[in-house]
């Protein structure tokens, strides 16, 4: 029978299944961070449990970290406790880290690619809902909360039900101006926050097969903002090429098996997806976010809705409030937006494409007066990369701060944060109240539209940037 | 765990869109290294004003939402992170069982994992358990698990459906790890083709 990529992995992982489709997966890869994992480790010592694979585990800090001045540690007691708590965690069940700083230090799913940790046909988890992000290469990966990460260190195992198949079929070619970005935003505009709720997603389409793995992951990140645990992307020779000799990729003759497994992995042709949705590719346009919610998403060149239009009650009600809370009228032009913050970084947008991306567009230019802009790269190596190819000048050069990598300003749980009313351009996955700090603003972007915004001081078609 | 038996609690109405968990607990919370203590931060925006004072606006600040151990809620209820601190915050302010006509993946498997009940029920269903909610004087509502069911004040009753894996979990108090370790045998054996076939993983 024709299957899909999602249910290949899937039966390639199953160990138990009772009638009523309880199943029991095997788990490859466990990522590990500071915020989800103490109440997870406390478990296994009140239980007297081990870590049953510590070589499929990987943990670092990032949530929490500083991004200036590191060398001075972690100033606010709570998170240092946090993050001293990892140290002494993985220490004891032997876990390999990237401690804080390690020069492979960085965001979570920044690093488990950039190491070759992630690798298609895969089950890869984290206590962290962006997992999904690893689906690019043709893995099922997903987040998890606390007390599933406790039962994978012990086990290597999650307890689960099959999902749904979703296809996400984008037909014709992007135009060049949009990105991976626009177009995920694009997608859960349509499709609803709650739109893949109870679904695996799997993106395909001929527009896929041209990007990179740093768009794609992009896509597949943000799949957890349209309500799906997962989303993935078959992998191709542009999958292969990214992972080859990466430090923990297979070496020589696995290598070889290896991606001869991987190209049996993509969907076989009439394999049966429960949904199906068709993206017209071509109808695609810059997008960003206007409210608080990721649905709620504006063409660059749009206006802010009315919503005296909409009939449902609480949908009208949700709009109202993200209009009040956003600080908008109903019908102004996006364009005329200030914002007076600009974040590039976060698991969505932080790696080396990003950054390039970014830097094309400061090059030369000024942030206006009253922007503070930010960069915070991925990880240790992405601002490695990033400084040899001489990008740290070109955005010193024009006044945005070059921070040291970590989650940072996209939930704000270190110092990176909004104070009431700032206005943030933000490269980010979440724009809920409160997100970026108690009273800020968020406006998801792409890169290019984050960096144009920073030289105008408004939300920016980059087009418009000479 | 402990077990989830029937209980009879005040239902709030709580008809929000699309509640994150940014919302029921903000990460300034999330440093904590226990899982208890939370409740006092659950739905700290709303909850509080910026002096620290309470809303008196929001519900769960007023009488007798205060000391309400179900939530009458509105679609795509837990969105966003998978912060199981949510849920953790939910329970410790006393919150037992959450009806909504949706919610989100992450949110819905970490509330079993607490004891903390989610009911999926129809739209109709809803706007009645709201109406039934709203009633200041009599707010109370039955939810019985082993049934199935939920008993509005007036007496009528509302069927719900349920995994009968997590719902055995839940009424018998069980622990996941220590049933998935009955299968130890089979992961092993599992681990094992696993390293013959695919040696790099």
């Known amino acids: 029978m024709s299957k899909t990529l999602y249910d290949k992995i899937w039966q390639s992982h199953l160990i138990n299944e009772q009638d009523d489709g309880t199943s029991l997966i095997y788990i490859d890869r466990h990522l590990v961070h500071e915020v989800t994992s103490p109440q997870a480790f406390e478990g296994l010592r009140l239980s007297n449990r081990k870590v049953n694979s510590p070589k499929r585990t990987l943990a670092v800090a990032d949530h929490n970290v500083p991004t200036l001045d590191r060398e001075l540690g972690i100033k606010e007691e709570d998170s240092r406790i946090q993050v001293e708590e990892l140290d002494k965690n993985v220490e004891e069940f032997q876990i390999p880290y990237f401690n804080m700083n390690d020069s492979r230090q960085g965001i979570v799913h920044v690093i488990g690619p950039e190491q070759g940790f992630t690798q298609p046909g895969m089950t890869i988890v984290c206590g962290d809902s962006h997992t999904a992000t690893h689906g690019a290469f043709g893995s099922l990966a997903f987040g998890i909360g606390t007390s599933e990460v406790e039962h994978v260190l012990a086990t290597q195992t999650l307890i689960q039900k099959k999902a749904m198949n979703m296809l996400i079929n984008i037909t014709g070619n992007l135009d060049k101006i949009v990105t991976s970005k626009d177009l995920i935003l694009y997608i859960i505009g349509k499709i609803g926050t709650a739109g893949g709720t109870g679904c695996v997603i799997e993106y395909s389409g001929n527009a896929l097969r041209d990007m990179s793995m740093e768009s794609r992951m992009t896509i597949c990140n943000m799949s957890i903002e349209a309500g799906a645990r997962a989303g993935m992307i078959a992998p191709d020779d542009i999958t292969f090429n990214y992972l080859y000799e990466k430090p923990m990729a297979p070496k020589n003759e696995d290598w070889d098996k290896a991606v001869n497994w991987w190209k049996t992995l993509p969907s076989d042709s009439g394999a049966k997806f429960d949904k199906i949705v068709d993206i017209d590719a071509t109808k695609v346009t810059q997008t960003i976010t206007w409210g608080t919610s990721p649905e709620e998403i504006v063409s660059i060149d749009g206006t802010v809705p009315n919503p005296d239009k909409i009939s449902d009650e609480v949908k009208q009600n949700k709009i109202k409030r993200s209009i009040e809370y956003m600080g908008l009228t109903p019908g102004q032009k996006i364009s005329d937006v200030e914002i007076n913050t600009v974040f590039i970084g976060s698991c969505t947008n932080s790696r080396i494409e990003d950054i390039r991306s970014a830097a094309e567009i400061i090059k030369g230019k000024k942030v206006s007066t009253n922007v503070k802009a930010l960069v915070v790269p991925g990880s240790g190596l992405v601002k490695k990369q990033a400084e040899e190819e001489g990008l740290d000048v070109i955005f010193k050069h024009a006044g945005f701060e070059w921070r040291e990598p970590g989650c940072s300003m996209c939930l704000a749980m270190n110092s990176d944060k909004l104070n009431e009313g700032d206005r943030c351009a933000s490269t980010s996955n979440r724009n809920f109240e409160g997100r970026q700090g108690k009273g800020g603003r968020t406006h998801l972007v792409s890169p290019e539209i984050a960096a144009a915004s920073a030289i105008t001081g408004k939300l920016t078609d980059p087009r418009n940037v000479t | ?201």
């Open chain 2, 1 to 201: 765990m402990e077990k989830f038996n029937t209980f009879k609690g005040i239902a709030a109405p709580f008809n929000i869109l699309n509640v994150d968990t940014d919302k029921i607990i903000p990460k300034q919370f999330l440093t904590t290294i226990k899982r208890t203590g939370l409740g006092k931060h659950v739905f700290d925006e709303m909850r509080y004003k910026k002096d620290g004072s309470e809303n008196p606006n929001f519900v769960l600040n007023q009488k007798p939402y205060d000391k309400s151990n179900i939530l009458i809620a509105g679609d795509n209820f837990g969105c966003g992170s998978s912060r199981e601190h949510a849920p953790w915050a939910l329970k410790d302010f006393g919150i037992k069982c959450i009806i909504s006509t949706s919610f989100a993946d992450i949110f819905y498997n970490n509330s079993f994992k607490n004891g903390l009940l989610p009911i999926m029920v129809t739209k109709d269903e809803r706007v009645a358990l709201l109406e039934d909610a709203k009633d200041k004087e009599n707010p109370e509502i039955e939810i019985d698990l082993e049934n199935q069911e939920i008993r509005r004040p007036n007496g009528g009753k509302i069927k719900f459906k349920i995994d009968p894996f997590r719902k055995k979990c839940l009424l018998e108090g069980l622990d996941d790890i220590g049933l998935t370790e009955l299968h130890e045998n089979k992961i092993k054996s599992f681990e094992e083709s696993r390293s013959t076939k695919h040696p790099w993983l």
